[in-house]
């Protein structure tokens, strides 16, 4: 072999060589840059930890969380839906610099400063549930409360024929959802010739008071037909009025969510429909859009997304595609 020969072939395994290393480099570079990749830490703030709707958001949550690698905490105050409860897990959550914050605000007012400072902090804000009045959390993921209103007029509508007279029981002003809830319900039920409205009274969340509530309503309107229930405590109490006076199946209650206890009322005849949300979903896409946003992939995040609702009743509770909206603890 001639030494040009000798020269070609040197040339090549030489520019062979030198590929190899800048490939093992390239690889090494990917090695090290995925080690060193940093795990996102989300933390998620309900409204109450131990009611069903958010355990079955933290749920949600936690799936996306294990597909994703993300570390999320759960926390929140056990027993009240209220700003003083809330904010202090709020404010323990920005003093350990999460990557995001996911938040079920509990007044759309009162938690704005705390947002804020989470947000001038550093740290992204998502709302999931409820919602504030200013603009400052990167999205927000609920259902159509509006919507929702109006299922629950047409629901209760049809239950008592489309004739007498209903209340709405609530929480208090100033909660973006059953503010919203009973938005709606009053658009639609006023609809109706021949129902008449006697209002919304309000209960601060706490069951006894919307037990009482329901019980004066009773004894004021002889006539009431039925009633809206905007959320599960004010639902409770309602129903255990009502069955306290000797009326469960004669007024007709329609109330938001679908908590176990809720479910078998509702199997039982005390209540007539549910309007269910889908807070599994919720979670869900709240922990998924906080990673994309976290990880600087904001291309397409819209400032809203809705999820799906069901008025459920009797003739449906049972059916396959109605169990998701059912809440789990």
């Known amino acids: 072999m001639s030494r040009r020969s000798f020269s070609v072939v040197g040339a090549v395994v030489a520019a062979l060589a030198l590929s190899a290393t800048a490939a093992q ?5 990917t090695v090290q840059a995925t080690s060193a990749k940093k795990t996102l830490t989300v933390y998620l703030i309900p409204g109450i930890s ?15 969380a294990k597909k994703l690698g993300v570390n999320l905490i759960f926390q929140g105050a056990p027993n009240a839906f209220s700003a003083p ?3 202090p897990y709020l404010t323990a959550a920005i003093a350990r610099k999460p990557d995001a914050i996911l938040i079920a605000p509990t007044d759309k007012t009162a938690l704005i400063a705390p947002i804020q400072r989470a947000v001038s902090a550093g740290i992204p804000v998502a709302t999931v549930d409820t919602f504030i009045t200013k603009p400052i959390a990167f999205t927000n993921i609920s259902s159509d409360n509006v919507a929702g209103g109006k299922n629950a007029a047409i629901a209760l509508a049809r239950a008592i024929g489309f004739k007498g007279t209903v209340a709405g029981v609530s929480v208090q002003p100033g909660i973006s959802t059953t503010d919203q809830r009973q938005q709606g319900f009053e658009q639609q039920i006023k609809t109706y010739k021949n129902i008449h409205y006697v209002g919304t009274q309000y209960d601060n969340d706490d ?5 009482q509530i ?11 037909k039925g009633i809206f229930a905007m959320n599960v405590i004010s639902g409770n109490g309602a129903t255990n009025a ?24 509702l199997k039982s005849g005390t209540i007539d429909a549910l309007i269910a949300q889908d807070p599994y979903s919720i979670g869900f896409q709240g922990v998924t859009l906080a990673a994309k946003w976290a990880n600087n992939q904001r291309s397409g995040i819209k400032k809203h ?9 009797r003739a449906n509770v049972n059916n396959a595609n109605i169990k998701k909206f059912l809440y789990t603890k």
Do not use: C, W
């Open 50 to 64: 131990t009611d069903a709707f958010y355990i079955t958001m933290h749920k949600g949550a936690s799936a996306a």
């Open 25 to 29: 480099a390239r690889h090494d570079r």
């Open 242 to 265: 009502t069955k306290n006076a000797g009326k469960s199946g004669k007024v007709k209650l329609v109330e938001f969510d679908a908590e176990p206890q809720q479910v078998q009322a």
């Open 214 to 224: 329901t019980s004066a309503l009773l004894r004021r309107y002889p006539d009431l």
């Open 85 to 87: 409860t809330q904010i």
């Open 305 to 313: 997304y809705g999820t799906g609702s069901a008025i459920i009743t």
């Open 207 to 211: 069951q006894t008071k919307a037990a």
